[in-house]
């Protein structure tokens, strides 16, 4: 499994380079002998199969203390940082959490944690001072060299992933050591990742695309670079060209940032051996675009969800030409079809639902037969996504058929955004969507029917959005309409309100 090939890395390479991020770095050796200690800990604080929730931004101590939670026998419950304080608490009482670790420079959300009946580790300063419940990570006495490990069985449940935030009925993806494995080795093969490799990472791990680039490179020695900020994206280029980066994740803002804040042909990226995307679909000039600019480089499409455990399928660079719009083929260990509303299998050419099973699928939504219901039938995971596929089983999308809302690197649900809107006084409707960006590929437009006359409603809408909402899902644009379009039953019809 995942943490048995991070400790032969370890072991064949201790004094090799695993991380480096805020210009310090970080051997395995280090990594290795932190993650010990912190099992330790944890063996002292957690039955077999208790979550541990983790709320850090991407860094040394999120990866150490990752593998950290599996050594001891735990289930490793990623959070957002981004998320609001009430959002975290009810997040972290659904999956009931044993543990959080937070970052201890962090004092007011270490503040809302102190009501929470919740351990709490810190990360960060040696100079920190623990509270009551808290205990201080750099503090941790070093545990003896032959302590042993948990030993588990790969059908274990290894982590849970949420993916539309908190709106009263969290979803949170029940993915096992074996889902997790097979997912990484599959693509450590179609990317050809080797310990070699030093990759710059700027997606979060507590996300299933980020949490796959940490897992196919940290497991096979290779290097992870990591940017917690886009903010100066120039930087981030300047990091690719000094540390000699070989490879590049992004979701298409991400591209569409660097492409239009960037001078690409000002840096010398020529050992950048391959990028790649993902999180949903990225225009075919914009690619176009970046080629032109790095045409050494491999651009490999990839397609994916959380309940897969990251991805479904690639596109093989070689194919991109002859295959203009396709996502790629099944990932090994994933089957393919597309399925009519009955759930019966098209035939190449027919569009209907994207469905799929194999190795990486999840075994539920945690807490919710209800939603797991809805999405596991008869072995296959029905994706929500429409599609078809060719005579090659190559994957075409075509629209997705939930209204999910992918910004930036972000997921967001409407739900959420609508009801905090519908709270503010002169509000009488409101739907939420997502348009397209050049940047961010959706931002998220309100649109709101309102009692006449009041010509402060927008600065009241945002002004609540701001204190219910994460940055993120605050909406960008606010558009004021006398009527929705609906269908005869009175459902309002979103795709003609873009």
Not at 250 to 257: A, D, E, H, N, W
Not at 398 to 412: N, P
């Amino acid at each position: 499994m995942l943490l048995e090939d991070f400790l032969t890395s370890a072991g064949r390479h201790p004094d090799k380079t695993a991380v480096i991020c805020d210009g310090s770095q970080h051997s395995y050796a280090r990594l290795r002998q932190q993650l010990l200690r912190t099992a330790a800990w944890f063996r002292q604080r957690i039955d077999p199969g208790d979550r541990v929730a983790l709320l850090l931004d991407n860094s040394a101590d999120y990866i150490t203390s990752y593998y950290a939670v599996w050594a001891a026998g735990g289930v490793v419950v990623g959070l957002n940082t981004a998320l609001k304080d009430e959002d975290i608490l009810a997040l972290l009482q659904h999956c009931d959490a044993a543990v959080v670790v937070v970052d201890g420079g962090k004092n007011k959300r270490r503040s809302a944690l102190a009501d929470a009946d919740i351990a709490v580790l810190l990360t960060g300063s040696t100079q920190l001072s623990p509270g009551p419940g808290e205990t201080s990570l750099a503090g941790l006495e070093a545990p003896p060299s032959t302590q042993a490990l948990y030993q588990g069985d790969p059908e274990d449940l290894a982590s849970i992933i949420y993916t539309s935030g908190t709106t009263g009925e969290p979803k949170g993806v029940m993915l096992s050591h074996d889902n997790l494995a097979q997912n990484v080795k599959a693509i450590q093969r179609y990317l050809e990742i080797n310990g070699d490799d030093r990759v710059m990472c700027v997606l979060p791990f507590y996300y299933s695309y980020g949490n796959s680039v940490l897992h196919t490179h940290i497991s096979c020695g290779a290097c992870l670079v990591l940017e917690n900020s886009l903010m100066y994206p120039h930087r981030v280029l300047k990091q690719m060209q000094e540390l000699k980066v070989t490879g590049f994740y992004g979701v298409p803002s991400t591209y569409y940032l660097l492409l239009a804040r960037t001078r690409l042909d000002s840096v010398d990226l020529s050992g950048l051996r391959y990028c790649a995307q993902a999180g949903g679909p990225m225009n075919g000039a914009k690619i176009e675009q970046w080629l032109a600019c790095l045409p050494a480089t491999a651009f490999v499409v990839m397609y994916g969800q959380t309940e897969a455990s990251a991805r479904l399928t690639w596109l093989p660079p070689a194919r991109r030409e002859d295959k203009p719009g396709s996502v790629g083929i099944a990932i090994d260990g994933m089957e393919l079809c597309i399925m009519d509303a009955r759930g019966h299998r098209l035939p190449p050419g027919n569009q209907g639902e994207v469905c799929v099973r194999g190795t990486s699928t999840m075994s539920g939504y945690w807490r919710d037969e209800t939603a797991t219901a809805t999405v596991l039938r008869d072995g296959w995971l029905h994706t929500g996504d429409l599609g078809y596929l060719d005579e090659e089983d190559f994957l075409f999308l075509v629209g997705r058929s939930r209204e999910m809302i992918k910004t930036g690197a972000h997921r967001v649900s409407p739900r959420e955004i609508e009801e905090t809107v519908a709270e503010v006084e002169g509000v009488v409707d409101v739907a939420v969507i997502g348009v397209d960006d050049d940047i961010l590929g959706q931002v998220i437009k309100a649109c709101v029917i309102a009692d006449p006359g009041d010509a402060t409603l927008e600065k009241a809408i945002l002004r609540r959005c701001r204190q219910r909402l994460a940055t993120y899902k605050i909406p960008k644009i606010i558009e004021f309409l006398g009527e929705f379009p609906r269908t005869a039953s009175g459902k309002i019809q979103k795709h003609r309100l873009k």
